[in-house]
């Protein structure tokens, strides 16, 4: 029998340090699982991409996702993440770099240099924690808020339409686009992968709870467990969405696969190509 | 239909937050929450039918905290112990080995 005092999951005791568990998140919070899905992915991938793999993260919550995995990580200012692991990628091409942002960070402040990043389809794995409220500083209103929820900087009701990131990054020309909940482990965990594989800018969209300020605010259900209920009634994926009109659609989460597209060239290659055609010889 | 045999569910003291997300997640009615409190103040849960476990492992799956794990047989109690090893002592060297350089006078390190 193994002792219950001191005891790690065996993921936990391979990949992060340990001696900083338990984690600073609440009792329930997603990131715990986005953490899970990250390291699961690697599991597969194996430990020679885990050792070619450095991590960069914005403020929030979310920034401290990376902080406890055993790996090279840069904390860095609010809603820039993407400026720095874009130095980064642009330093050393053959690292893979995932960039673990929340939706205050990504969308709000850092909105500009996501659109750009995906632009220059840079080969970045951009994981997106959204959890609809801006949860570290108390839950004040955020860019994806859904219509009509009260929080603290709407006490009468949200009265803006909120944010659909798959459609900004569609138009913005990322070449990889997912979207997943907290409820589909194993499916983000493989989406996870795909994007690591991937060679361009890649978005991974992962819906996640916040029983403190999410779920009080926007959901009226405190519960960690109600939330999860929530997600798996509330999600539709992306092919049984086509069939539907956007009435029924209305407050449900499209998960799934949005967008693939390999053959389109990455920025760091292009740069190659440009310091081939026009370097000193 | 007769479950598979299960050595032991492992619910941490060290890094349970007490969520229950781990008994929602169960199909099968294994885990239920303890009386007692344990050292942290946390009503843990427990495998109160152990019996009924079908070591799908959707507990582990949702649990935020990597405090549970369902250990099957004892191939599985030995890799724990054996990952516990390697990995777990190569990390405490290595910090080790930087305090040392620290506490030479090397303050970049």
Redesign the interface.
Same mark, same amino acid.
């Given at each position: 029998m193994i002792q219950e005092e001191n005891f790690e999951h065996i993921l936990a005791k391979k990949y992060m340090r340990t001696e900083l568990l338990p984690h600073a998140f609440c009792s329930g919070c997603g990131i715990g699982i986005i953490e899970r899905m990250i390291l699961m992915a690697f599991e597969e991938l194996g430990e020679e991409e885990w050792k070619r793999t450095a991590f960069v993260s914005g403020i929030g919550c979310s920034g401290w996702t990376p902080l406890y995995f055993r790996s090279d990580v840069a904390h860095t200012l609010h809603g820039r993440a993407l400026p720095f692991a874009i130095g980064l990628k642009l330093a050393k091409p053959e690292l893979n770099v995932i960039v673990v942002m929340g939706d205050g960070d990504s969308m709000a402040i850092g909105g500009n240099h996501l659109i750009h990043a995906a632009r220059r389809n840079i080969g970045l794995t951009a994981i997106i924690v959204t959890n609809m409220v801006y949860s570290l500083t108390g839950g004040q209103m955020a860019p994806t808020t859904p219509e009509g929820a009260i929080t603290q900087t709407t006490p009468y009701g949200n009265i803006e339409p909120n944010f659909d990131l798959i459609e900004l990054m569609k138009a913005a020309g990322a070449t990889y686009l997912a979207r997943w909940t907290t409820y589909h482990v194993i499916q983000a965990k493989n989406s996870i992968k795909k994007a690591v594989k991937h060679k361009g800018f890649s978005v991974v969209e992962i819906i996640s709870q916040c029983p403190t300020f999410m779920g009080r605010y926007v959901l009226n259900k405190s519960d960690p467990r109600d939330i999860m209920q929530w997600f798996k009634e509330n999600s539709i994926p992306v092919s049984v969405a086509a069939t539907k009109s956007p009435e029924e659609l209305k407050g449900k989460i499209i998960v799934g696969e949005f967008l693939h597209k390999p053959e389109v060239m990455e920025y760091t290659e292009r740069l190659k190509l440009l310091k081939e055609r026009v370097g000193r010889r | 239909m007769s479950a598979a045999r299960v050595? =032991?569910i @492992?619910?941490? !003291?060290? /890094?349970c937050? @007490? &969520? +229950? /997300?781990c008994?929602?997640a169960c199909p099968w009615g294994v885990l239920e929450i303890k009386e007692e409190r344990n050292w942290r103040g946390i009503k843990k849960p427990y495998a109160a039918r152990i019996e009924q476990c079908r070591a799908c492992k959707l507990c582990? $799956? +949702? &649990?935020? !905290?990597? @405090?549970? =794990?369902v250990?099957v047989d004892e191939e599985e109690?030995r890799?724990? $112990?054996e990952?516990?090893e390697s +990995?777990?002592r190569k990390?405490f060297d290595r910090l080790k080995k930087r305090d040392e350089i620290i506490s030479k006078g090397v303050w970049w390190l």
């Amino acid at each position: 029998m193994i002792q219950e005092e001191n005891f790690e999951h065996i993921l936990a005791k391979k990949y992060m340090r340990t001696e900083l568990l338990p984690h600073a998140f609440c009792s329930g919070c997603g990131i715990g699982i986005i953490e899970r899905m990250i390291l699961m992915a690697f599991e597969e991938l194996g430990e020679e991409e885990w050792k070619r793999t450095a991590f960069v993260s914005g403020i929030g919550c979310s920034g401290w996702t990376p902080l406890y995995f055993r790996s090279d990580v840069a904390h860095t200012l609010h809603g820039r993440a993407l400026p720095f692991a874009i130095g980064l990628k642009l330093a050393k091409p053959e690292l893979n770099v995932i960039v673990v942002m929340g939706d205050g960070d990504s969308m709000a402040i850092g909105g500009n240099h996501l659109i750009h990043a995906a632009r220059r389809n840079i080969g970045l794995t951009a994981i997106i924690v959204t959890n609809m409220v801006y949860s570290l500083t108390g839950g004040q209103m955020a860019p994806t808020t859904p219509e009509g929820a009260i929080t603290q900087t709407t006490p009468y009701g949200n009265i803006e339409p909120n944010f659909d990131l798959i459609e900004l990054m569609k138009a913005a020309g990322a070449t990889y686009l997912a979207r997943w909940t907290t409820y589909h482990v194993i499916q983000a965990k493989n989406s996870i992968k795909k994007a690591v594989k991937h060679k361009g800018f890649s978005v991974v969209e992962i819906i996640s709870q916040c029983p403190t300020f999410m779920g009080r605010y926007v959901l009226n259900k405190s519960d960690p467990r109600d939330i999860m209920q929530w997600f798996k009634e509330n999600s539709i994926p992306v092919s049984v969405a086509a069939t539907k009109s956007p009435e029924e659609l209305k407050g449900k989460i499209i998960v799934g696969e949005f967008l693939h597209k390999p053959e389109v060239m990455e920025y760091t290659e292009r740069l190659k190509l440009l310091k081939e055609r026009v370097g000193r010889r | 239909m007769s479950a598979a045999r299960v050595r =032991q569910i @492992a619910v941490s !003291d060290k /890094l349970c937050k @007490a &969520c +229950y /997300l781990c008994i929602w997640a169960c199909p099968w009615g294994v885990l239920e929450i303890k009386e007692e409190r344990n050292w942290r103040g946390i009503k843990k849960p427990y495998a109160a039918r152990i019996e009924q476990c079908r070591a799908c492992k959707l507990c582990e $799956l +949702y &649990c935020p !905290d990597f @405090a549970i =794990q369902v250990i099957v047989d004892e191939e599985e109690e030995r890799k724990i $112990l054996e990952v516990e090893e390697s +990995y777990e002592r190569k990390w405490f060297d290595r910090l080790k080995k930087r305090d040392e350089i620290i506490s030479k006078g090397v303050w970049w390190l």
